[in-house]
């Protein structure tokens, strides 16, 4: 089972920007090649959401609500994604994860703590 951990989350003004990492320090690189990722947020009083997915090969999707402004990235050598969020806006407050995705796409149920972001002026 791969354990991830989120980091990056803040304060931001809207317009803002940031990176978060979501690191598999404990997983070894051949297995981290092969894993399919999603990066989910959960407002207070929301459901969670897939917002940004890519797959082993590259393959990257994105909800609506963010496309132009997220841009997920994967650096293997450091078995670490990321997610980019420019342009943030108020409505991308949240509690942001990232987990691993079955080949159906289905999020596997070993949720970490996640990261807070914060948008507002």
């Known amino acids: 089972q791969v354990r991830l951990v989120e980091s990056g989350g803040g304060l931001v003004q809207p317009g803002g920007s940031l990176r978060l990492s979501c690191a598999a320090p404990?997983?070894?690189?051949?297995?981290?090649?092969?894993?399919?990722m999603g990066w989910y947020r959960q407002a207070p009083g929301e459901q969670r959401e897939l917002v940004a997915s890519?797959?082993?090969?590259?393959?990257?999707n994105y909800a609506d609500s963010v496309k132009g402004r997220f841009t997920i990235s994967r650096d293997n050598s450091r078995k670490t994604f990321y997610l980019r969020m420019n342009d943030l806006k108020p409505e991308d407050t949240a509690v942001y994860y990232c987990?691993?995705?079955?080949?159906?796409?289905?999020?596997?149920?070993?949720w970490g703590q996640g990261t807070q972001v914060a948008v507002s002026s």
């Open positions: 404990r997983t070894i690189l051949s297995v981290f090649w092969g894993i399919n």
């Open positions: 987990n691993t995705l079955n080949d159906s796409g289905r999020p596997s149920d070993n």
């Open positions: 890519m797959s082993s090969d590259g393959a990257t």
